[in-house]
């Protein structure tokens, strides 16, 4: 019986032998094995990959939405400032150097503003308001100071024709 013994212990040593290293073709457990820990090992970089895909689509998210809500805001804020303007407010538009307001609600110019148009000294502007070059005629406020119509006509020295302010 010990042959037979033997005999069985071999074919068992082959087959086991056959089972770990492969035979014929057929891949053991250590080709096995190593397949599958260099599919595993692929698997995990390809997992990597895309949760770090998945992190720059999630930030690229976040700053779409980002711009939509300030958008939004935005529109809000310009809708909301619409509406709380008075319904009956007029828009002005001056056209050249003509104020196109209500006289009522012109900012009067005094002659340092009118020497700065002229490209003059005050001292001149003020001269040719005591000489009445400058229609409408300036009229002294209460401090003291000329306030000259932002519509000024300047009548030039020994003629009869007027020069339009920005000429």
Same mark, same amino acid.
């Given at each position: 019986?010990? #042959? ?14 056959? +089972?770990?290293? *492969?035979?014929? #073709?057929? %891949?053991? &457990?250590?080709?096995?094995? +190593?397949?599958?820990? /260099?599919?595993?090992?692929?698997? /995990? ?18 700053? =779409? ?6 958008? &939004? *805001? ?11 303007? %008075? %319904? ?7 056209? *050249?150097?003509?104020?196109? $307001? ?14 700065? $148009?002229?490209?003059?000294? +005050? ?8 000489? *009445?070059?400058?229609?409408?005629? %300036? ?18 020295? #020994? ?5 339009? =302010?920005?000429?």
């Amino acid at each position: 019986m010990s #042959g037979d013994d033997d005999c069985k212990k071999a074919d068992i040593v082959t087959r086991l032998d056959r +089972a770990v290293f *492969g035979h014929n #073709g057929t %891949p053991g &457990l250590t080709t096995t094995s +190593a397949v599958m820990s /260099a599919s595993l090992t692929e698997q /995990a970089k390809d997992i990597d990959a895309l949760q770090a895909d998945r992190k720059r689509l999630m930030w690229t998210l976040v700053g =779409v939405l980002v711009s939509v809500v300030l958008t &939004l *805001g935005l529109e809000i804020i310009s809708l909301i400032k619409e509406r709380s303007s %008075p %319904p009956n407010q007029t828009v002005t538009q001056s056209v *050249g150097s003509a104020d196109v $307001r209500p006289e009522s609600q012109r900012a009067m110019l005094t002659p340092d503003d009118v020497a700065e $148009r002229e490209d003059r000294n +005050a001292d001149t502007i003020r001269r040719w308001i005591s000489s *009445g070059k400058i229609d409408p005629q %300036p009229v002294k406020s209460g401090s003291g100071t000329w306030m000259i119509d932002p519509n000024y006509v300047v009548h030039e020295s #020994g003629t009869k024709h007027a020069r339009n =302010v920005g000429e």
